[in-house]
């Protein structure tokens, strides 16, 4: 994305309906230029609708809480009502809401055990958080956004706190892959657009079959690095950008 598509996008879903010529006065950019954007991009097109009264809507609101996320997730709560939740309970939920957006719950490879597992770690880091006040920040797990060939946003879990979205890539490997730290960082740039500029997305590969491992890892041919670790060690990545130990 452009920098006039990011900023509109974030107008419009930072609103509760806005019409193009009040988008335009707040980016201080002509009517058109809007309008070219409103009807030609493809999150405007896809992520965004126009009401009756021509105001612009986002399907998924940027502010607390995210409302319409649940919309793309298989589960979407506050981590108090996560918690809240029996393994089973939740588990039954996760699967219908995967059936419910379209995802596929082929089991042959195990995937309902990595659904477990990756709800055993964040359980495991929210107990590890103590007295922090995570209650009411947002967790979702299986985040797929495929509207169309133009977007993409996928993400095994998020967990939105005041500031920051933790996106996580849970693969049941005890050994740090390049194809998986890529695939970690894969969708960072867009979940940044669909949550603005209020938040640092931070994309992190979490390897649940690992001990004692944390450590950031450079993303072939460029210049970043994303933290890689094992479950046990997940508290550390929180830690790195909230300082819970300071």
Known sequence: M????????????????????????????????????????????????????????GYIRQSRPHRGLEDFCGYYSTVREFLDLGEE??????????????R????????????????????????????VSYGDWEIAFELRIKKSRHIRIYAD???????YVFSLEFKMN???????????????AYQEVLFGPAYDVIPVLVLTRAEDLYRYV???????????????????????YLGFLD
Request: aromatic share 10%; with cysteine.
């Open 2 to 57: 452009d920098i006039i598509e990011r900023d509109i996008f974030a107008v419009i879903c930072g609103s509760d309906g806005i019409r193009a010529r009040d988008i335009a006065k707040k980016l201080n950019r002509n009517r058109s230029v809007i309008n070219h954007y409103l009807y030609a991009s493809p999150y405007m097109h896809e992520l965004c609708y126009q009401d009756s009264s021509c105001n612009w809507h």
């Open 89 to 102: 309970e939740w588990f039954e939920s996760l699967k219908e809401g995967c059936t419910r957006i379209g």
């Open 104 to 131: 596929n719950l082929n089991d042959t490879r195990g995937l309902f055990h990595s659904f477990r597992d990756a709800a055993g770690v964040m359980r495991r880091l929210f107990d590890d958080l103590g007295e």
């Open 157 to 163: 879990v998020l967990v939105i706190t005041e500031t």
């Open 174 to 188: 005890d050994r740090i892959e390049e194809k998986e730290v890529a695939q970690a960082a894969k969708y960072s």
């Open 218 to 240: 450079p993303l072939a041919q460029t210049t970043a690095e994303i933290p890689v670790c094992s479950g046990d060690m997940l508290f550390n990545v929180f830690d790195e």
